[in-house]
């Protein structure tokens, strides 16, 4: 099969679509031939040499995939050879073929392309682990995202809203201002020309929030902090305002704050499982009636990965960007 390879060179790295051993499924595995991947923020990483794959994991990227299933493994109950799945990887999606444990297969819902099935694994199970099963967000809470027009941020602005939750965005331009809004936001704010911590008080009427969803880190702390209410929560998903700050204790204790450090790759296929049976139990409804689907910003061959990277590194995505292998 073809995959695609990270390839170091003088002025840093190049993606090279190129031949590459088949997978073999093991036992409880499934073979499963690709047409659709995504792009993560961990790809980047892991293609600057960043962010190794966990142990046992395939070193070619990609968390997540949509396909039809080659072969089956032994054990395997419940799946056929032609059905069509999508699936929550710790590495392998960049790839035309990708042996996957039977309990991380999820069926593509009614109607939906390879493209969108392809989008559902990694961004809304992100969005679900950490929203429901980090924070416990619950109908009538408020919720803080931050990056809202990203891929992860519009899978959470739809959960939180299919859960009666009300939802504040931050975004980086007009236009995934306004996408945060056609998605459910309650409010959207333009972090570069607004200061969101001024609009989320005036919104909730000096209240806060319940929960917030963060992909900044240190130089978003302070601010996230001051807007929790009494027992709110702070989940970080991402660094990408760096990783090290100071904290005020005493704030935290008389919030009853809690602040909370989440991955979803590095977990082991159990938990994984578990994250997966509980979304299709809360929102599969959803998804099946059209309420919720992805938001994509572009499709490209996925021997452009190298270009969709450079898209991503660059933040001139909105949604997802998906690579069509087939």
């Known amino acids: 099969m073809h995959a695609i390879e990270v390839e170091q060179t003088q002025s840093g790295h190049q993606l090279v679509w190129r031949e590459v051993e088949d997978p073999l499924p093991q036992p409880g595995e499934l073979l499963v031939s690709i047409h659709a991947t995504t792009l993560n923020r961990a790809d980047l990483s892991q293609a600057e040499g960043n962010y190794p794959p966990p142990p046992g994991a395939p070193n070619i990227m990609g968390l997540d995939m949509s396909g039809k299933i080659l072969e089956l493994g032994t054990g395997v109950e419940g799946w056929q050879v032609g059905d069509q799945a999508c699936a929550l990887l710790a590495g392998g999606g960049y790839a035309e073929k990708v042996a996957v444990d039977q309990r991380l297969l999820i069926p593509i819902p009614p109607g939906w392309s390879f493209e969108e099935a392809a989008c559902l694994p990694e961004v809304y199970l992100t969005a679900y682990v950490n ?96 807007l929790l209410k009494v027992k709110g929560r702070l989940v970080f998903i991402a660094t990408l305002g760096g990783s090290e700050a100071t904290v005020d204790i005493r704030q935290l204790m008389g919030k009853r704050a809690r602040l909370i450090g989440s991955v979803l790759r590095a977990r082991p296929v159990e938990e994984k499982a578990e994250i997966i049976r509980r979304f299709r139990q809360q929102f599969w409804g959803q998804i099946e009636e059209g309420s919720i689907r992805p938001v994509i910003d572009k499709v490209m061959p996925v021997a452009d990965a190298h270009a969709a990277h450079e898209r991503m590194r660059d933040y001139q995505n909105i949604g997802k960007i998906v690579l069509k292998v087939r």
């Open 131 to 226: 929203i429901f099963m980090e924070a416990g967000f619950q109908a009538g809470e408020t919720i803080l995202i931050h990056g809202g027009a990203s891929g992860v941020g519009t899978a959470a602005i739809q959960l939180a809203k299919g859960a009666g939750g009300r939802v504040i965005t931050t975004a980086g331009r007009p236009d995934k201002v306004e996408t945060c809004k056609n998605q459910g936001a309650d409010l959207a704010v333009n972090y570069r020309t607004e200061d969101f911590v001024a609009r989320t008080l005036d919104y909730t009427e000096g209240a806060g929030v319940d929960v917030i969803l963060d992909m900044v880190g240190a130089e978003y702390l302070e601010r996230n902090i001051s």
